[in-house]
């Protein structure tokens, strides 16, 4: 009897623990001219309304999106339909569709056994860290001779940075990087991420184009890139996007690791305030999972592309993010988007924009893929993977396998031609 209650405590306990989004909207505006966009600029960092930006204020015409808490919604609207600012609710309810995410969650969970082999892994639903962790392990045991796990630091919590290194021989070859989950809620990333590692092993041997790359590449995979902002994605709060270090005189917590980068840090389109969703942090790389990555490659030295994979809005972007000035491989990166995308669509229909980050989504400064470009990797990518919109963050599990199949034939793309261009 008191095993039972102890039992029925820790549930509810966990049950309670966890941050709900009842009643909370998701409203679309797309602005019609400058005016409105100034309007939407203004509302934008309105801390007290506790907006979260799902999609940013860029251009006329280009959709905004941001969730807002129940009981700011009479408030919001007001603003809104004072202003003559149209508006579409995208998500009536976050919370029913969180509720059945962790319904199918458990659904899949109670339905399967615990995988013994990367073979027996659900690639179509999602999985909280320590599964994915389980998956790696499993994938470096049965490929020995391809596979072998690098852990590059410890995040802010004292988990493993883990990387997974494909490679056939070699020392300190060219080299790829790909990562997925920097923001975690955005959970395709992660769950393409585990998929891509399997493809690789899979592929080998047999896809002549990925086997020509690995055999004179290595290819380094960090699924789990924030992975203490995973774990409380999965554990608190859906909707967390930072890492998990307090920051010192404010009760806010965590930093935006894809505004943390030495590449115009501290400049438009990056948040001074603890508060915020895009809070820079208090310095370049004063976040560990960051700065393991910024010491990895600058002791690596070899790596010829940079990939980093995010959601949602269906982009592939290129440098710049922090200023207007073009890159001087512009004309090559944008030519070789536009075939990686339209290679990307062959499979399902999924229609992307590529561009430049500036010109494509918005002015960002301190990203990753600025200052991977400016430390000489000239194939520096940022991918936004579906949707549009329709769920945003809360991607349905039947779309992950989809997702990732059609970003791998963008990323194939990338690859080949890094491998054929060395430089």
């Known amino acids: 009897m008191m095993k039972g209650l102890l039992v029925f405590a820790a549930l509810f306990v966990a049950v309670l623990g966890k941050d709900t989004f009842e009643g909370h909207q998701v409203l679309r505006i797309v602005p019609k001219d400058e005016a409105q966009l100034a309007l939407l600029r203004q509302l934008e960092p309105l801390i007290e309304l506790e907006l979260d930006i799902w999609r940013g204020v860029t251009a006329v015409s280009n959709p905004v999106d941001f969730r807002v ?50 073979d027996d892994f659900d690639f179509a639903n999602y999985h909280p860290i320590n599964e994915v962790y389980d998956f790696q392990d499993m994938l470096v045991a049965e490929n020995p001779n391809l596979v072998s796990m690098l852990v590059i630091g410890q995040s802010y919590e004292g988990r493993p940075l883990k990387v997974l290194k494909f490679s056939t021989g070699g020392t300190n070859r060219p080299a790829i990087w790909i990562d997925t989950g920097i923001h975690s809620r955005e959970w395709v990333t992660q769950a393409s991420g585990t998929w891509f590692a399997k493809k690789i092993v899979n592929d080998y041997g047999t896809d002549a184009t990925l ?5 004179n590449m290595d290819i380094f995979l960090e699924i789990v890139t924030n992975p203490d ?47 915020s969703e895009t809070y820079r942090g208090p310095y370049a790389h004063s976040e560990s999972e960051v700065r393991s990555i910024v010491d990895f490659v600058k002791s690596h030295g070899n790596i010829k592309a940079f990939i980093s994979i995010h959601s949602y809005s269906q982009m592939l972007m290129y440098p710049y993010g922090y200023t207007w000035a073009r890159v001087p491989d512009y004309e090559e990166l944008h030519k070789l988007a536009q075939k990686a995308i339209t290679e990307l669509a062959t499979l399902y229909g999924t229609r992307y924009t590529y561009g430049s980050i500036i010109e494509t989504i918005y ?4 990203t990753t893929i600025d200052w991977t470009y400016n430390q000489g990797i000239k194939y520096s990518y940022t991918f936004e993977l579906r949707d549009t ?20 034939l963008a990323l194939m793309t990338i690859m080949d031609q890094t491998n054929k261009n060395s430089y």
């Open 69 to 118: 808490p129940v009981h700011h919604l009479h408030k919001v609207k007001t603003y809104l339909d004072s202003r003559s600012l149209e508006y579409s609710v995208m998500i009536e309810d976050l919370q029913a569709m969180l509720d059945e995410e962790q319904r199918l969650m458990k659904f899949a969970a109670a339905q399967g056994r615990q995988p013994r082999t990367t």
């Open 211 to 215: 086997t020509a790359i690995l055999n």
């Open 229 to 275: 902002g995973y774990a409380y994605t999965h554990s608190t709060n859906r909707m967390w996007r930072k890492t998990r270090k307090p920051n010192t005189n404010s009760n806010c917590i965590g930093v935006d690791p894809n505004r943390n980068w030495d590449a115009g840090f501290g400049g438009s389109g990056a948040s001074g305030s603890p508060c």
């Open 363 to 366: 002015q960002a400064s301190g």
């Open 389 to 408: 919109g329709r769920y945003g963050f809360i991607l349905p599990a039947n779309q992950i396998i989809p997702t990732a199949q059609e970003t791998w």
